[in-house]
């Protein structure tokens, strides 16, 4: 506590430090609200201009790029069913809905508040309990990121109550697109039909991209020239009504919790998160049925959760020097860059720059909460251009995000062909978060599946001798009978109008 | 609606003279435009930091380095588009010549790329260590060697990646201190640091700069270093000398330049490499930050390192494909 105290003070204390931070908030805003461009993408980016900095400025920047670009997702989430930033992909779901039922004010503005709550419970996560986190985060070896992922499959079940059978065929499409590659124990090339590009895999954000701007804007250009419903937003308030905030405290508080623990894992990441805090807000409930017509529930478990995961990956990055993501990955190259040793040590010794990264992080959440307020009433005008105007604009957006990841032109075809593919699938009956949770939780699970095989030397059962993995499988096991259990009670778990 | 013509006209003539008057100008003299530094890891990774401290300070004639990331496949993406670049010196990649035999030998890519890549020099060498957790029952490398012995295969040994350079100089250690362990191959580096530290694995072998950080607070113990010297950045680290063994392993990194690159121009970028090695900022980054071993190998003792060294290597590389094909 005193830590964060000290490193907000000292930061407010210096203009210069917080203008740069204001405009790492600003920069990262702008890149999660374009479809294409990324958190991720906008830290490596900024990366060697913090070269010239000291390491308090070069560190408040990136961290204000990084909540910056994660909150500016839900923009377009909401206006236009299309994600801003792949971990914004579930706040489609009800946000979009709502904005069609003419509640868009209403959804972006609960929406920002949902973000700022995930960002302020997280840093009291991260501030209080950073080091204890960090055990809990140890805890989970190959077995437990396994018995994770399962779980995590388990989802799908009641993603898709309205057709199961199609989800589960999504589902494993996603897996399979997920294993395209160099298999993570041999190096054997799989799918790769000799392109020597693909050894790495689908390039993840090319990917999630092609299946949900590119898909959508297709998706979308079928109703050019015929007369569309127009969305229209009259009015963002400044704070969704009390009334609101009260009655999803519950929402608020798990969706920060799943996004914390899902944070402090490395290599899971906010789509996962914001996933599982959404199916978990439905199977509490009252109105699990409403999820998906345009439910405010909805936009509280996603945006909430993806928020909290920021805090989450800060917590290993700082007590142990090992990122939660791509993200954090980044930031701690750049405390080498600063000469700083990120370890345990630092945690420890370098209690200033720890400072600047507890206050830099409460600060961005602060900063980007106002900016967002301001920003979504420029946002909400460009509503007003013509969706022809619109759509190659973020089209260049998604070919230029998708070029510049890996500066190489195979990434645009995969972000083409998935896009292509995805168009395929969904006007088809098929729906498109089962796939992603496949193709993200699939390599997860094998590589951790064949790394724990081989430590446990072929030993299946040492799953179930390990308490967490058990707790986890258990989990995903009533998230697979969820429908079932409440067919038996008599409940109605209709997933809503948009079908899945 | 002529004046519009003449100017467009005007502008053609131009736009098509362009290229030729570069083409002059590449005749004359070399570098005449930015060069491309491929850094086959994301961005703020250790080649990556270590690529950014050459590029402020290397001179090439005025003309800027730019670093480009292109990540994936252990590394064997960015060399094989370094490997397909025009060989006229604008693309070079940063990587080793162990990596790349492993790339061939493990069958990731159907080019003998060390072979065929032009060094231009080997800069850094990073040792391997082996460590342990700092509450394990091995204080030092006989309690473990005896434990070993006495329950062959047991003990949980993990690194990243199940075949190239981190196994084989895994089966070196084995060999020399005649053990048999069970191996357990990681995908990143972050995650088997974070397996050792929560005790999911028994031993973890990676790089001496990867262990520095958790080895200074005492989170982890490091009890042998892979090279017959010890570390200058873990003094008090038994190294392979200390045991008799005659096994060694270091991994190298440096500068490649695609097959066929002219020599002057391999030339003039050794002398460019070499000269950033003299400045002592850029010494003191590499130690301190970075704790790489700075060395300097030319083109022609890198390729001569390759020759002496790369035929054992090759015989571990299959063996250790030929182990897991078994498993």
Redesign the interface.
């Known amino acids: 506590m005193e830590t964060l105290l000290t490193g907000t003070i000292g930061l407010l204390g210096d203009p210069y430090s917080l203008l740069i931070l204001a405009f790492g908030v600003l920069f990262g805003q702008i890149f999660g609200a374009i479809p294409g461009l990324t958190a991720a993408l906008g830290v490596?980016l900024l990366?060697?201009f913090t070269?010239a900095m000291t390491p308090v400025q070069g560190i408040a920047m990136l961290i204000g790029i990084y909540v910056g670009g994660i909150s500016g997702g839900l923009y377009a989430a909401t206006l236009l069913n299309i994600p801003g930033t792949p971990s914004s992909l579930v706040t489609c779901f009800d946000g979009y809905p709502m904005a069609k039922k003419g509640q868009g004010g209403l959804a972006l503005s609960l929406g920002i508040f949902s973000s700022f709550v995930g960002g302020i419970i997280s840093l009291f996560a991260l501030v209080l309990i950073a080091p204890q986190l960090a055990k809990i985060?140890?805890?989970?070896?190959?077995w437990e990121y396994f018995s994770m992922g399962v779980m995590g499959l388990g989802v799908v079940v009641s993603l898709c109550s309205k057709d199961i059978v199609k989800g589960l065929i999504a589902a494993i499409i996603g897996m399979l697109l997920g294993m395209v590659?160099?298999d993570?124990?041999?190096?054997?090339?799989r799918f790769t039909f000799g392109a020597?590009?693909l050894?790495?895999?689908l390039?993840s954000l090319a990917t999630l991209m092609g299946f949900f701007a590119l898909c959508e804007i297709m998706t979308q250009l079928r109703s050019v020239g015929m007369k569309t419903e127009i969305i229209a937003v009259s009015k963002v308030p400044l704070f969704p009504p009390l009334k609101m905030i009260l009655r999803n405290i519950k929402g608020f508080s798990l969706s920060s919790f799943i996004g914390v623990i899902i944070g402090i894992l490395?290599?899971v990441g906010q789509v996962t998160a914001s996933l599982l805090s959404y199916n978990q807000l439905r199977q509490i409930s009252k109105t699990p049925e409403k999820f998906g017509t345009g439910h405010e529930e909805g936009v509280v478990a996603s945006e909430t959760a993806n928020n909290a995961v920021c805090g989450g990956a800060l917590i290993?990055m700082s007590t142990?020097?090992?990122?939660g993501d791509?993200v954090t990955?980044?930031?701690?190259?750049?405390l080498?860059?600063h000469?700083l040793?990120?370890?345990?040590?630092?945690f420890?010794t370098n209690t200033d720059i720890i400072g600047s990264i507890f206050g830099g992080y409460l600060i961005s959440n602060l900063i980007s909460f106002l900016m967002a307020l301001f920003l979504v009433r420029i946002f909400i005008k460009l509503l007003k251009v013509p969706m022809h105007y619109l759509f190659p604009v973020i089209l260049v957006m998604c070919v230029i995000g998708a070029f510049t990841i890996?500066?190489?032109m195979f990434d645009v075809w995969v972000l083409v062909g998935t896009g292509i593919v995805g168009y395929l699938l969904t006007q088809n009956g098929f729906s498109l978060p089962p796939i992603i949770l496949g193709y993200i939780l699939g390599p997860i699970i094998e590589?951790n599946y064949r790394?724990a095989i081989?430590?446990s030397?072929g030993n299946f059962l040492e799953v179930f001798t390990r308490p967490i993995s058990v707790f986890l499988l258990i989990l995903g096991l009533l998230f697979l009978l969820w429908p079932f259990i409440n067919i038996l009670r008599g409940k109605k778990t209709d997933a809503g109008a948009r079908g899945f | 609606m002529k004046k519009a013509l003449w100017i467009s006209a005007v502008l053609v003539l131009a736009l098509a003279v362009i290229p030729l008057a570069e083409g002059f100008a590449q005749d004359a003299k070399y570098p005449n435009k930015p060069i491309k530094m491929i850094v086959p890891f994301?961005?703020?990774?250790g080649t990556?930091?270590m690529v950014?401290a050459y590029q402020?300070y290397i001179d090439l004639g005025g003309q800027p380095m730019v670093?480009?990331?292109?990540?994936?496949?252990?590394g064997?993406?960015g060399v094989?588009?370094t490997y397909y670049a025009k060989p006229d010196g604008y693309t070079i990649v940063c990587t080793g010549w162990q990596s790349m035999l492993s790339y061939y030998v493990?069958?990731?890519?159907?080019v003998p790329v060390a072979e065929e890549m032009i060094p231009i020099a080997t800069t850094v060498s990073d040792p391997d260590v082996i460590a342990v957790v700092k509450n394990s029952p091995f204080k030092d490398v006989n309690a473990l060697v005896k434990y070993a012995q006495a329950n062959p295969?047991k003990l949980?040994w993990?690194s990243v990646?199940?075949?190239?350079s981190n196994y084989a100089a895994s089966m070196l250690v084995w060999r020399a201190l005649g053990i048999k362990v069970?191996?357990?191959?990681?995908?990143?580096a972050?995650?088997s640091?974070?397996?050792l530290?929560?005790?999911?694995?028994d031993v973890l072998l990676c790089q001496v700069s990867e262990i520095?950080?958790?080895a200074?607070?005492g989170?982890a113990l490091p009890i042998l270093v892979t090279t017959k010297k010890r570390s200058e950045f873990l003094p008090n680290c038994p190294s392979m000398g200390d045991i008799r063994a005659k096994e060694e392993f270091t991994l190298y990194r440096g500068f490649w330049a695609p097959p066929k690159t002219p020599k002057p121009i391999i030339d003039y970028l050794e002398k460019a490499f070499s000269k950033v090695h003299e400045n002592p900022e850029f010494r003191k980054?590499i130690m301190?930050?970075?704790k790489y071993s700075l060395m300097f190998a030319g083109s022609k003792e890198t390729r001569d390192i390759l020759n002496r060294e790369a035929p054992e290597l090759t015989i571990l590389y299959k063996e250790a494909l030929k182990n897991?094909a078994q498993?």
Do not use: C
Not at chain 2, 42 to 45: E, I, K, N, Q, R
Not at chain 2, 161 to 164: F, M, R, T
């Open positions: 490596s990366l060697p070269f985060g140890l805890m989970f070896g190959p590659g160099m993570p124990v041999m190096g054997v090339n020597w590009q050894s790495s895999g390039p490395p290599g290993p142990l020097g090992i990122p791509l990955s980044i930031l701690l190259g750049g080498i860059i000469g040793q990120p370890g345990p040590l630092l420890k890996n500066n190489r590589s790394t081989l430590a030397r | 994301g961005a703020g990774g990556d930091t950014r402020k670093v480009v990331n292109i990540a994936g496949g252990a064997s993406i094989m588009e493990s069958n990731y890519v159907k295969g949980k993990g990646g199940a075949v190239g069970t191996y357990v191959p990681f995908d990143s972050a995650k640091r974070a397996a530290l929560g005790g999911h694995i520095n950080p958790v200074q607070s989170d980054f301190n930050d970075l897991k498993k």
